[in-house]
C-alpha cells in the first residue's frame, strides 16, 4: 500500500557536520508534513514542518524541503551535535474525507564525537 | 503544564482480558490519535478524532475501539487482546490534523 517511507534506515555523520535525512511519499492527497525526532524511551517531539504550498521552511538549524513533483520530502539539520542523536520520523497528514497521519519508519542519526 | 497523560505506563496482562488505556490532554485539542509503535515499522495510527464524538479509523484499527466523549480524553480499548497487540501504544494531540502533535509517553502493552 501507500506509504511514506525512507531512503536510508541509519545515518552516521561526524560531530560539526550537516546532516540530511530523506523521505518519499506517495500520496498526491497529502498537504501537510512533519519531522519528528525520538529519543530512547521518549515520545516523538516536533522539530519542524512544512505545508505543501511551500518548497522550503527554515527553523533553528534544520531546514526541511518539500519537493512535490517527485514526492520527497528531507530534513536538513546544519553542525550536527552529539545531542542530535535519536531516531527521526516523517509523517504526512492525509486529506482523503478523513485526516489520517502516516509516518515513516524512521531513520536513525548516529553523531560521532 | 501542557502535556499528554497516559496510564498505565507498562501493562502485562493475557489473552482475552479486556483492558483500557487512557489518554488526557489539558491543551484544548481537537486532534486526538492512538498509534501503535514496532520495530522496523514505525508508528502506526490506529484511531483518530477529529473532536467530541468524530472518531475515525486509522491504518490499523482491527481488534481497538475508541471513544471521545470529552474533549480532553481519548480512551483505548483492548475488547479482546491478542498477542500480536504486544506493542508500544503512543497517544498524542494537536489543535488540528494540520498542526504537530503532543505525544504522551508511551504504554509498553505485553499479551501473553
Known amino acids: 500500500g501507500e506509504s511514506v517511507g525512507l531512503h536510508l534506515p541509519t545515518l552516521s555523520v561526524q560531530e560539526g557536520d550537516n546532516s540530511i535525512i530523506n523521505c518519499a511519499y506517495s500520496n498526491s492527497a497529502s498537504d501537510y508534513f512533519i519531522w519528528y525526532k525520538q529519543e530512547s524511551g521518549k515520545g516523538p517531539q516536533f522539530i519542524i514542518d512544512i505545508r505543501s504550498n511551500m518548497d522550503k521552511r527554515q527553523g533553528q538549524r534544520v531546514t526541511v524541503l518539500l519537493n512535490k513533483t517527485v514526492k520527497h520530502l528531507s530534513l536538513q539539520i546544519a553542525a550536527t551535535q552529539p545531542g542530535d542523536s535519536a531516531v527521526y520520523f516523517c509523517a504526512e497528514t492525509r486529506n482523503t474525507g478523513g485526516f489520517k497521519t502516516i509516518f515513516g519508519a524512521g531513520t536513525r542519526l548516529f553523531v560521532k564525537a | 503544564e501542557a502535556q499528554v497523560t497516559q496510564n498505565p505506563r507498562y501493562l502485562i496482562t493475557v489473552t482475552g482480558k479486556k483492558l483500557t488505556v487512557t489518554c488526557s490532554q489539558n491543551m484544548n485539542h481537537e486532534y486526538m490519535s492512538w498509534y501503535r509503535q514496532d520495530p522496523g515499522l514505525g508508528l502506526r495510527q490506529i484511531y483518530y478524532?477529529?473532536?467530541?464524538?468524530?472518531?475515525d479509523k486509522g491504518d490499523v484499527p482491527e481488534g481497538y475501539k475508541v471513544s471521545r466523549k470529552e474533549k480532553r480524553n481519548f480512551p483505548l480499548i483492548l475488547e479482546s487482546p491478542s498477542p500480536n497487540q504486544t506493542s508500544l501504544y503512543f497517544c498524542?494531540?494537536?489543535?488540528?490534523?494540520?498542526?504537530?502533535?503532543?505525544f504522551g509517553p508511551g504504554t509498553r502493552l505485553t499479551v501473553t
Open positions: 478524532s477529529m473532536n467530541v464524538e468524530v472518531t
Open positions: 498524542a494531540s494537536s489543535y488540528g490534523p494540520r498542526d504537530e502533535q503532543y
